[in-house]
């Protein structure tokens, strides 16, 4: 089944530093999406990228998706501590939305 | 509109015991779905429905059952709690809108077998 890697699984980041989180799969995706959860909370839906190359920015997020749409990248710019919480990237396989497992994101204020 | 709403918020179960994991929606999205997350484990599919009268298996779906009688209303049954089946449990709806996929996700039930 369809299956997609997550990496790093955590990360632990000073404030004001970068941040960036990767995804990867061994088959061609029909798009990736990008989800939060806050310590505690829900997942929320970030973003959907379907085109090969795409890049959509989210104020200080950029996404990525890989040319061969295989891989795809959240990338957070001078992280602040709200940006604190899981990040899972998730893909669509017959109607079935899975997830990678997650990277988690720790900022030192 | 309420969105995704599911009940309990906690539950403590014995080994053994049966219970409805209750998840309802008004958004009148077709696709909803189940999930169980666990420390380092991620979001894994247990059960899916793409409409009123159809359900699928996801990656875990041993020890539940689920029906979709209505659009709104998707319930999640543990038919014999096990410890195993200590979780936080999502229920899920997904619109589909010019070809985007937007999934929403429930407060979770925190579930707890002794």
């Known amino acids: 089944g369809q299956q997609v890697m997550q990496i790093p699984q955590y990360q632990h980041v000073q404030e004001g530093e970068d941040f960036t989180t990767y995804c990867n799969s061994s088959?061609?995706?029909?798009?990736i999406q990008w989800y939060k959860q806050r310590p505690g909370g829900h997942p929320v839906f970030l973003i959907q990228?379907?085109?090969?190359?795409e890049v959509k920015k989210q104020k200080r997020l950029t996404f990525q998706f890989g040319e061969a749409k295989k891989n795809s990248s959240l990338h957070i710019t001078a992280t602040q501590t709200t940006d604190v919480g899981t990040y899972f990237c998730?893909?669509?396989?017959?109607?079935?939305?899975?997830f990678g497992q997650g990277t988690t994101l720790q900022v030192k204020p | 509109n309420a969105g995704v709403t599911q009940t309990p918020k906690f539950q403590v179960l014995k080994t053994g015991q049966s219970m409805t994991l209750q998840c309802a929606q008004d958004m009148n999205h077709e696709y909803m779905s189940w999930y169980r997350q666990d420390p380092g484990m991620g979001l894994r599919l247990i059960h899916y429905?793409?409409?009123?009268?159809?359900?699928d298996q996801g990656e875990v779906p041993n020890g539940y059952n689920v029906s979709r009688s209505t659009t709104e209303d998707f319930p999640l049954r543990l038919l014999s709690a096990a410890p195993s089946q200590t979780s936080v449990y999502f229920c899920?709806?997904?619109?589909?809108?010019?070809?985007?996929?937007?999934?929403?996700f429930g407060p979770g039930t925190r579930l707890l077998v002794l």
């Open positions: 998730a893909v669509s396989n017959t109607g079935k939305l899975i």
């Open positions: 990228l379907v085109k090969s190359g």
């Open positions: 429905s793409v409409g009123a009268g159809i359900t």
């Open positions: 088959t061609t995706l029909s798009n």
């Open positions: 899920a709806s997904k619109r589909r809108r010019n070809h985007q996929e937007t999934q929403y």
